[in-house]
């Protein structure tokens, strides 16, 4: 069984561009959580999601971060209009269910030229 | 204040050395996490734990939820137990994001 993958697991782009991050939970997880590390601090949650819904997006900027988790394919994050202080490492986990385990994916680490 | 707080920052020690790291919290908890962030930045699940003590190889790690207090133990350290510990509590209001501590990194000298 495939751990929590991430793809890329590096992204550099350039102020204003776009930024996708995808992540694909393991294999039976219908739960999807996003977090972020920015450089020296800790991780903060983003965005909790479950199939097709979004459950919390309480740490999730209001303004050009969204997230989904179609019924089909992977959880993607998606920044508008990158700017500097959205680089950091990103990381993606999934649970088979709620009050489980959270596994954790490699992370992708975005850098904003 | 923190809704997690972690001490030590950092923890230097021989090897073989018993390491203790402690973990406060202020919040109502259905459970509590122990991550372990290697150098290369991934991150692994350790413990997942809501009450009582668990045991994994040489870790161990207990929760006392009247004190709302948790700490991790590693026996036997080794230069490869070298990470950030970081400990994250997910909330008892149904939702099960985690908040995480600050972390704590340790390093084992041969």
């Known amino acids: 069984n495939a751990g929590v993958m991430q793809n890329p697991r590096h992204l550099v782009r350039r102020r204003g561009q776009e930024a996708r991050l995808r992540c694909s939970p393991m294999?039976?997880?219908?739960?999807v959580y996003w977090y972020r590390q920015l450089p020296e601090e800790g991780l903060k949650f983003m965005v909790y999601?479950?199939?097709?819904?979004?459950?919390?997006e309480s740490g999730m900027p209001k303004e050009r971060f969204s997230a989904e988790f179609p019924k089909e394919g992977p959880s993607i994050l998606r920044i508008q209009q990158v700017v500097r202080g959205d680089s950091a490492a990103y990381f993606c986990?999934?649970?088979?269910?709620?009050?489980?385990?959270?596994?954790f994916g490699p992370g992708t680490r975005l850098l904003v030229l | 204040k923190n809704e997690v707080e972690q001490s030590p920052q950092n923890l230097t020690a021989q090897e073989g050395e018993f390491i203790t790291i402690n973990c406060s919290y202020s919040?109502?908890?259905?459970?509590l996490h122990w991550l372990q962030q290697h150098p290369g930045g991934g991150i692994v699940s350790l413990f997942m734990?809501?009450?009582g003590k668990k045991k994994h190889g040489r870790l161990i790690a207990t929760i006392n939820i009247q004190e709302k207090h948790s700490s991790l133990h590693i026996t036997a350290s080794h230069p490869r137990d070298s990470a950030v510990y970081i400990c994250?509590?997910?909330?008892?209001?149904?939702?099960?994001?985690?908040?995480f501590g600050t972390g704590t990194r340790l390093t084992i000298i041969p």
């Open positions: 994250a509590v997910s909330s008892n209001f149904g939702n099960e994001k985690l908040t």
């Open positions: 294999k039976g997880h219908s739960h």
């Open positions: 919040v109502g908890i259905s459970a």
């Open positions: 999601l479950q199939k097709e819904n979004i459950i919390d």
């Open positions: 986990a999934s649970s088979p269910l709620r009050q489980e385990t959270q596994y």
């Open positions: 734990l809501s009450s």
